[in-house]
Antibody, heavy 118, light 107 residues
Framework: QLQLQESGPGLVKPSETLSLTCTVS??????????WGWIRQPPGKGLEWIGS???????YYNPSLKSRVTISVDTSKNQFSLKLSSVTAADTAVYYC??????????WGQGTLVTVSS | VIWMTQSPSLLSASTGDRVTISCRMS??????LAWYQQKPGKAPELLIY???TLQSGVPSRFSGSGSGTDFTLTISCLQSEDFATYYC?????????FGQGTKVEIK
């Protein structure tokens, strides 16, 4: 059974860079033709797609965040990561790592709350 | 960007009711639509993909229909564990987008 687990700081100061890592277990991040992605959800609000990465490194970012987002993959550690720069309070959210497929998002991490505050 | 209008935002119902949730797209997406259920403090779970295909393990009281711009999620006989928030999502084109959500609460 595939499992995804987010890790990283729960508190980030305004203007700094948010960094999260997703560790994939129960399967290899590079053994199948899947993308891997990040989705966020501000408290009490809806879901927003941040971006996706293929194991080879090709990426797609949401244009609304593109100038601040970097997603990378480390196949040796079976992990992929998110960096979001110049954060503000509006970036406070639960961040999910997930596996998007041609049939919807079938696996999700449990989510991690990141609060932007000084 | 494909915009989605999901309605209603809040639905009050009783156990045993039949409920329907609508999702309308700003442009046609064929059948590239998924539905998710989210309970408080949990990640969303995939219910339906390709507009009408039930994800493995999802009860048959859930069904989806539609294509193009108009889609519907139906729960035929609401159970206690179905009280949750439901989201539609299009994966026809990037950026993938989600509806605003429908909270199904106990009447």
């Amino acid at each position: 059974q595939l499992q995804l687990q987010e890790s990283g700081p729960g508190l980030v100061k305004p203007s700094e860079t948010l960094s999260l890592t997703c560790t994939v277990s129960g399967g290899s991040i590079s053994s199948s033709s899947y993308y891997w992605g990040w989705i966020r959800q501000p408290p009490g609000k809806g879901l927003e797609w941040i971006g996706s990465i293929y194991y080879s490194g090709s990426t797609y970012y949401n244009p609304s965040l593109k100038s601040r987002v970097t997603i990378s993959v480390d196949t040796s550690k079976n992990q992929f990561s998110l960096k979001l720069s110049s954060v503000t309070a509006a970036d406070t959210a639960v961040y999910y790592c997930a596996r998007p497929t041609p049939y919807g998002v079938d696996y999700w991490g449990q989510g991690t709350l990141v609060t932007v505050s000084s | 960007v494909i915009w989605m209008t999901q309605s209603p935002s809040l639905l009050s119902a009783s156990t045993g009711d039949r409920v329907t949730i609508s999702c309308r797209m700003s442009q046609g997406i064929s059948s590239y639509l998924a539905w998710y259920q989210q309970k408080p403090g949990k990640a969303p779970e995939l219910l339906i993909y390709a507009a009408s295909t039930l994800q493995s393990g999802v009860p048959s009281r859930f069904s989806g229909s539609g294509s193009g711009t108009d889609f519907t999620l139906t729960i035929s006989c609401l159970q206690s564990e179905d009280f949750a928030t439901y989201y539609c999502q299009q994966y026809y084109s990037f950026p993938w987008t989600f509806g605003q959500g429908t909270k199904v609460e106990i009447k």
